[in-house]
């Protein structure tokens, strides 16, 4: 039972290029979430998806797109990478839906230069 | 916009003291919760404490609930130099579901 896998661990990006940051879990979860967190800002949710089949803007969404390719996987998109998504992002699921404890990924640490 | 701010943003105590943090929130919630982050790694859930519920346990760990002063504590007992991280309160509002994270705590415990 590896929980929650993100990949790549690490990224480094120019700006104006593009990636996909995968996420899977294995525990099940209906709910899965994709965080941004930032020296000093906490963690700030960018997309969430409550269900398979559905997601969900979260606080900072502009610049990211998402997909719930499946129950078990959530994909984060960056279309044309800027130097202000330099971040570490978390990847969690939860099991019972948007109001539940959260299991999180080990994070990617993406550099934009 | 975060939700729940923790207090202090930053702790250093010996090891066998106790540690106490605080969160407060703005708007009512359906539940908080409380994750640790060491350093470099994922956070990992502690204890989510429902709003009618005043006070859980878990090992060394004690959270409070106050929901008329909106506010929650957590509290280590007799804390180890591996409780050395940083703690995160979590609120889920009432109305929105959407899980809003504070700044967190940093806790450094000195052997």
């Known amino acids: 039972n590896a929980g929650v896998t993100q990949t790549p661990k690490f990224q480094v990006l120019k700006t104006g290029q593009s990636m996909t940051l995968q996420c899977a879990q294995d525990?099940?979860?209906?709910?899965m979430y994709w965080y941004r967190q930032d020296p000093g800002m906490g963690l700030r949710l960018i997309y969430y998806?409550?269900?398979?089949?559905?997601?969900d803007k979260g606080e900072v969404p502009n610049g990211y797109n998402v997909s719930r390719l499946n129950k078990r996987e959530f994909s984060l998109r960056l279309e044309s990478a800027a130097p202000s998504q330099t971040s570490v992002y978390f990847c969690?699921?939860?099991?019972?839906?948007?109001?539940?404890?959260?299991?999180f990924g080990p994070g990617t640490r993406l550099t934009v230069t | 916009s975060q939700q729940g701010e923790e207090d202090p943003q930053a702790l250093s105590i010996q090891e066998g003291e106790n540690a106490t943090m605080n969160c407060s929130y703005k708007?009512?919630?359906?539940?908080l919760q409380w994750y640790r982050q060491n350093s470099g790694r994922g956070l990992v859930h502690l204890i989510l404490?429902?709003?009618?519920?005043r006070e859980k346990h878990s090992g060394r760990l004690r959270v409070t609930l106050d929901t008329s002063k909106k506010s929650s504590s957590l509290l280590i007992t007799a804390s180890r130099a591996a409780d050395t991280a940083s703690y995160f309160c979590?609120?889920?509002?009432?109305?929105?579901?959407?899980?809003?994270f504070g700044r967190g705590t940093s806790l450094i415990v000195h052997p």
């Open positions: 404490i429902r709003s009618n519920e």
């Open positions: 969690a699921s939860s099991e019972e839906g948007l109001v539940g404890e959260q299991y």
């Open positions: 708007t009512s919630i359906n539940n």
């Open positions: 525990m099940n979860h209906n709910s």
């Open positions: 998806s409550a269900s398979e089949g559905t997601t």
């Open positions: 979590a609120t889920v509002s009432g109305g929105s579901y959407i899980p809003t």
